[in-house]
Each structure stands twice: as structure tokens, then as C-alpha cells.
């Protein structure tokens, strides 16, 4: 944001302001003509128009995507969070299964069309991988959107299946540094046993992407190379 403001700042700022206040006492003697009002009500707004035009100018040059975030990708998590039912979840399984978290927000579509596959991979595939949900909302807003989603599967508006029984986790607490590092929602990370981060998969993508990330994962790192050879 600095950044962002500095280039239009300095190169107008300075003289815009030292031009208002050479208006300014030029006109004392004036002030109460209406057209030399009107002109330095117009310099006024052309000097913020301006510096409007800087800024944005100095988004196109400097551009969103420049900044690079660091890469998950091999750290170890070994941390826990508390999910929703006050449980503990430590990141790493220590048993041998892949833990997979995916990091979401109520309000991101793709996140919600998702749940069915992670629901299916929960109940289907539990005595190899873990599913838990994380998101950086607070316990009130999830719990919110999780009633609502009850009230419609009762209803039979909604399918079972779209509604989350894996568990969850959510903002108010320390969350591990892969959803602090997340830029796009949903991403998925697939932790090793040992809470290495092995896979990260950004986006909305089909089930057999996910099962084929999840075996990868599964592979100890010699495994893993030997496979891909």
C-alpha cells in the first residue's frame, strides 16, 4: 500500500499543494469574485483528479500479481487446531494416513461446490487420508452457514452430501502457516504422516485429480522418485 501511494504522492503532492497556496494568496484580494472562485474551485478538483490518476497509474505499474507468496510446499506442520466440536486435530497424523486440508470461506462458491467430493473422501477413504476444513472466519460466521445448511438438508432442499461432517476449524485461534499463505479459495494442501506439506492443489478441481494428489502424498519421498522414473 506503501508503495502504492508513494509515486503519485511525490510527484504530485508537492507541487499540487504549492500551487494551491500560490491560488490561494493570489486570490485573497479577489475572493469575493464568483470566477475566481469557480477557477480555484476547478484547480481543487483538477489536483485531485489527478492524483486519482496517479494512483491508479501506479497499480498498473506496480500490478497485483507481482508479489510472490513464499511456497508451502515442504514445510513441516506439526502443529493443532481446535475444530468446532473442541476437539484437537493435530496436523500431522503420526498413523501413517494423509491429512487433507482445505482451506475455504462461506462466501467462495467453489468451496461449497467442493464439499461433496471432500465429504466422499471422508467417509469413503478415512483409513487412509483425513479431511478437515479450515477457514480464516470467525467460529460465528461458520457456524451460521453450517445451521442454515442443516435447516435445508432437513428440509430436503439441499443433499446430505453437501453438508460437511469432516471436521472444522476456524478464525479466533492460531492458524498454521499454509492458510495464512493461502492467496486463492479453495486450496487444498495434502500433509504426509509426518505433516510435510506434499501437494497443494489451488482452485475447484474433479475427484480423480484429488485421489491421484492423495496417493503421490502417500508415497514416502524415495517412493515417490522412484515411481516418477
Known amino acids: 500500500m506503501l508503495a502504492l501511494f508513494s509515486l503519485p504522492l ?8 504549492l500551487g494551491l497556496i500560490a491560488i490561494a494568496i493570489a486570490s485573497r484580494a479577489n475572493v469575493r469574485d464568483a470566477n475566481q472562485k469557480q477557477a480555484f474551485a476547478t484547480v481543487i478538483i483538477g489536483f485531485f483528479a489527478v492524483l486519482l490518476g496517479g494512483i491508479v497509474a501506479s497499480s498498473w505499474l506496480i500490478g497485483p500479481g507481482r508479489y510472490e507468496p513464499p511456497s508451502v510446499i515442504g514445510m513441516t506442520q506439526t502443529g493443532r487446531v481446535t475444530t468446532l466440536d473442541d476437539g484437537p486435530f493435530e496436523l500431522a497424523s503420526g498413523d501413517g494416513r494423509v491429512t487433507l486440508v482445505d482451506v475455504w470461506a462461506t462466501w467462495c462458491a467453489p468451496c461449497i461446490a467442493s464439499i461433496p467430493m471432500l465429504e ?12 478437515i476444513g479450515i477457514s480464516s472466519e470467525s467460529e460465528r460466521t461458520v457456524r451460521g452457514w453450517l445451521e442454515r445448511r442443516h435447516t435445508e438438508v432437513r428440509s430436503g432442499t439441499l443433499a446430505a452430501s453437501a453438508l460437511p461432517t469432516y471436521p472444522m476449524a476456524t478464525g479466533g485461534q492460531t492458524l498454521p502457516d499454509l492458510v495464512r499463505a493461502t492467496q486463492a479459495y479453495p486450496t487444498m494442501y495434502l500433509l504426509g504422516p509426518d ?3 506434499r501437494q497443494q492443489l489451488v482452485g475447484m478441481h474433479d475427484l480423480p485429480t484429488i485421489l491421484a494428489a492423495i496417493r503421490a502424498s502417500s508415497l514416502e519421498p524415495g517412493d515417490a522418485a522412484a515411481e516418477g522414473r
Open 195 to 197: 505433516g510435510n506439506v
Open 120 to 131: 466422499a473422501i471422508h467417509r469413503d477413504l478415512g483409513d487412509e487420508v483425513r479431511v
Open 10 to 17: 511525490s510527484l504530485f503532492g508537492i507541487g499540487g499543494i
